[in-house]
């Protein structure tokens, strides 16, 4: 596990994996930065790491709403959403789905 003293050093990409791995062991995860389709757009700070799309599929999903499945992600990421990410697109699935 990452030292959170040195976390805020990794790329936001690379945060956003560990944590979600941590709290939902997903079986699938894709993270993609798409900040740079977003350059010059409101909510661009200029690091690049500002817009993510996350692909997820976990067995803590199973028997969870789209919109269930949507908080469990953001509770995951809560103070990345918060202070570092202003766009996250999510798809979330249960395994077999």
């Known amino acids: ?33 798409e900040s740079a389709m977003h350059h010059g757009h409101l909510g661009d700070d200029g690091t690049g790491e500002s817009h993510f799309r996350v692909t997820i599929e976990a067995p803590a999903f199973s028997g969870v709403s789209r919109v269930g499945r949507q908080r469990l992600v953001n509770q995951a990421l809560a103070d990345l959403l918060r202070d570092r990410i202003h766009a996250l697109a999510i798809s979330a699935r249960a395994p077999g789905e």
């Open 1 to 33: 596990m990452t030292d959170p003293a040195t976390a805020s050093a990794l790329p936001v990409a690379d945060q956003i994996a560990a944590r979600l791995t941590a709290a939902l062991a997903p079986t699938r995860l894709e993270v993609a930065n």
